[in-house]
């Protein structure tokens, strides 16, 4: 009898059919079922499993189809003869408790690992107040929408485009979608050529500091800022010089004179919130073609703004081409799409795109297909508005929670309305990792502050709240269990 094999632990999250088709596939292919007995009937699996019986007939018969398994009139279903051996190769490799394994530790020259990094657990989704920056509430994503758009990228119409390697090239439909679609909302306005499509801000980051860095380089960073960029500057040995923020963002002054390249979040300061004035970004930009630096611009959360009149882009502003404009689509879609893209001179895209080619050619393009149609048909546009309504109803609890139960923690007169989280400031004294800590065990996940500050000895008692994960009626029940958490400090 084979009923030894059948066990199963489903997962409420999959479909019946999947899970069983899996497990049988599995069994095949291991070379765990006997060649010479009937697998259980229809009826008696069924039975074993707790599933109706018309599942596994549907289940049997699409194995047939594929191959793993052959009827016999008469006898039942029996695992095809070619999946007789499995396919794996065994070494007979015997330990002989001697192993000269490398020493990894004297031959690394680089460790990222020791790199400080913003910590999010991966469970986040079960505590009950996540107060987490850069995820998103998922009943509202347009899952309808965006199956919609891989069902037509499916198409014989359009999969020509996506099935072959296209080797260092863009689908030039996503390409002609954001020239003539998401930049303009930014007032930049560029030719095809001056645009590449990369895997997210942290990769456009890294390609630059590939091409661009060496000890030689001094890169100016904000101060609170966004570690990662840090830590990618860091990689490639640049000299960083740490440029202070306030309520209008990065200060513009003489310290940033000897730097070749600074980088800079001006819609959003990352994790403040700051918008840069309009005098500093001119300031800014006078102050490139002076002292002859580039600036690397981060729109962090333009897209996602819910201000009526906000600021166009820094890029928007630039004359000189003094600016590479990255932006990125996790935040204003999906945190999973991971797919960003690059705007600068196209002397430059060139050699970033003969880098890029070098490491992976090109991001999937069945996706790049799949945003393409998603924002051609109008989908992404619905969405955004749908988004910037959900994001500005909870942003008003989110400062009303903060002012009734946390006031004296706001860092600034007015909350920033273009990003989804709040910067905060808890008393002198206050370690906020030790509150994220015992917040954590209450169900509140919050984001220590310490890790955005550039120092050696940074301020500890600062913290951010992100809202984008977390549903609006949890927003001020979360916050108050948060002022109970603080009373322990």
Same mark, same amino acid.
């Given at each position: 009898?084979?009923?030894?094999?059948?066990?199963?632990?489903?997962?409420?999250?999959?479909?019946?059919?999947?899970?069983?088709?899996?497990?049988?596939?599995?069994?095949?292919?291991?070379?765990?079922?006997?060649?010479?007995?009937?697998?259980?009937?229809?009826? #008696?699996?069924?039975?074993?499993?707790?599933?109706?019986?018309?599942?596994?007939?549907?289940?049997?018969?699409?194995?047939?189809?594929?191959?793993?398994?052959?009827?016999?009139?008469?006898?039942?279903?029996?695992?095809?003869?070619?999946?007789?051996?499995?396919?794996?190769?065994?070494?007979?490799?015997? @330990?002989?408790?001697?192993?000269?394994?490398?020493?990894?530790?004297?031959?690394?020259?680089?460790?990222?690992?020791?790199?400080?990094?913003?910590?999010?657990?991966?469970?986040?989704?079960?505590?009950?107040?996540?107060?987490?920056?850069?995820?998103?509430?998922?009943?509202?994503?347009?899952?309808?929408?965006?199956?919609?758009?891989?069902?037509?990228?499916?198409?014989?119409?359009?999969?020509?485009?996506?099935?072959?390697?296209?080797?260092?090239?863009?689908?030039?439909?996503?390409?002609?979608?954001?020239?003539?679609?998401?930049?303009?909302? !930014?007032?930049?306005?560029?030719?095809?050529?001056?645009?590449?499509?990369?895997?997210?801000?942290?990769?456009?980051?890294?390609?630059?500091? %590939?091409?661009?860095?060496?000890?030689?380089?001094?890169?100016?960073?904000?101060?609170?800022?966004? !570690?990662?960029?840090? #830590?990618?500057?860091?990689?490639?040995?640049?000299?960083?010089?740490?440029?202070?923020?306030?309520?209008?963002?990065?200060?513009?002054?003489?310290?940033? %004179?000897?730097?070749?390249?600074?980088?800079?979040?001006?819609? %959003?300061?990352?994790?403040?919130?700051?918008?840069?004035?309009?005098?500093?970004?001119?300031?800014?930009?006078?102050?490139?073609?002076?002292?002859?630096?580039?600036?690397?611009?981060?729109?962090?959360?333009?897209?996602? %703004?819910?201000?009526?009149?906000?600021?166009?882009?820094?890029?928007?502003?630039?004359?000189? #081409?003094?600016?590479?404009?990255?932006?990125?689509?996790?935040?204003?879609?999906?945190?999973?799409?991971?797919?960003?893209?690059?705007?600068?001179?196209?002397?430059?895209?060139?050699?970033?795109?003969?880098?890029?080619?070098?490491?992976?050619?090109?991001?999937?393009?069945?996706?790049?297909?799949?945003?393409?149609?998603?924002?051609?048909?109008?989908?992404?546009?619905?969405?955004?508005?749908?988004?910037?309504?959900?994001?500005?109803?909870?942003?008003?609890?989110?400062?009303?929670?903060?002012?009734?139960?946390?006031? @004296?923690?706001?860092?600034?007169?007015?909350?920033?309305?273009?990003?989804?989280?709040?910067?905060?400031?808890?008393?002198?004294?206050?370690?906020?990792?030790?509150?994220?800590?015992?917040?954590?065990?209450?169900?509140?996940?919050?984001?220590?502050?310490?890790?955005?500050?550039?120092?050696?000895?940074?301020?500890?008692?600062?913290?951010?709240?992100?809202?984008?994960?977390?549903?609006? @009626?949890?927003?001020?029940?979360?916050?108050?269990?948060?002022?109970?958490?603080?009373? @322990?400090?």
């Amino acid at each position: 009898m084979l009923d030894q094999h059948f066990h199963i632990e489903f997962d409420p999250e999959r479909t019946l059919q999947d899970q069983i088709r899996e497990y049988l596939v599995n069994l095949i292919l291991s070379a765990r079922l006997p060649m010479d007995q009937p697998l259980p009937s229809s009826r #008696n699996l069924s039975q074993q499993l707790g599933v109706s019986r018309n599942t596994i007939v549907l289940i049997y018969e699409s194995l047939v189809d594929s191959g793993f398994i052959e009827s016999r009139p008469r006898k039942g279903f029996f695992v095809a003869q070619i999946y007789r051996n499995p396919e794996t190769i065994s070494t007979n490799l015997v @330990h002989d408790g001697e192993e000269a394994h490398p020493d990894w530790s004297q031959r690394f020259r680089k460790e990222p690992s020791n790199e400080r990094n913003i910590v999010k657990p991966h469970d986040w989704q079960g505590f009950e107040y996540p107060f987490i920056y850069g995820q998103i509430q998922r009943e509202f994503f347009p899952l309808e929408q965006w199956r919609d758009s891989v069902r037509k990228s499916m198409s014989g119409r359009w999969n020509k485009y996506w099935i072959n390697d296209m080797v260092d090239s863009d689908d030039p439909l996503l390409i002609e979608q954001i020239r003539t679609r998401l930049l303009p909302r !930014r007032g930049i306005y560029v030719e095809s050529s001056e645009i590449i499509i990369t895997i997210g801000t942290q990769n456009s980051l890294y390609l630059l500091a %590939n091409l661009l860095c060496n000890n030689k380089t001094k890169v100016a960073i904000e101060n609170p800022g966004f !570690r990662d960029a840090l #830590n990618i500057f860091s990689i490639f040995e640049s000299n960083i010089h740490q440029q202070p923020v306030d309520q209008d963002g990065i200060i513009v002054d003489e310290r940033l %004179n000897s730097c070749d390249y600074l980088y800079i979040t001006p819609s %959003n300061q990352v994790p403040t919130g700051a918008e840069l004035s309009e005098l500093r970004r001119q300031a800014l930009l006078n102050m490139s073609v002076e002292e002859d630096f580039v600036i690397i611009e981060d729109d962090y959360d333009a897209e996602i %703004n819910i201000k009526k009149s906000p600021l166009p882009a820094l890029k928007a502003l630039d004359k000189n #081409n003094r600016v590479i404009y990255i932006g990125s689509m996790s935040k204003s879609i999906s945190p999973g799409l991971r797919i960003g893209f690059m705007v600068a001179d196209e002397e430059l895209i060139t050699e970033v795109r003969a880098l890029r080619r070098l490491m992976y050619r090109h991001p999937p393009v069945n996706i790049q297909r799949q945003l393409a149609l998603f924002l051609s048909l109008g989908y992404y546009d619905t969405y955004l508005r749908k988004l910037r309504v959900i994001n500005s109803s909870k942003l008003q609890r989110m400062v009303e929670s903060v002012e009734q139960h946390l006031p @004296h923690m706001l860092t600034a007169d007015t909350v920033a309305k273009g990003s989804t989280s709040i910067w905060l400031e808890a008393p002198d004294g206050v370690n906020t990792e030790e509150v994220s800590w015992l917040a954590a065990r209450k169900s509140i996940l919050i984001e220590p502050g310490a890790v955005h500050f550039t120092t050696k000895n940074p301020p500890k008692n600062f913290f951010r709240l992100g809202f984008s994960a977390i549903e609006a @009626h949890k927003i001020e029940p979360g916050i108050a269990a948060l002022k109970d958490v603080f009373t @322990h400090f």
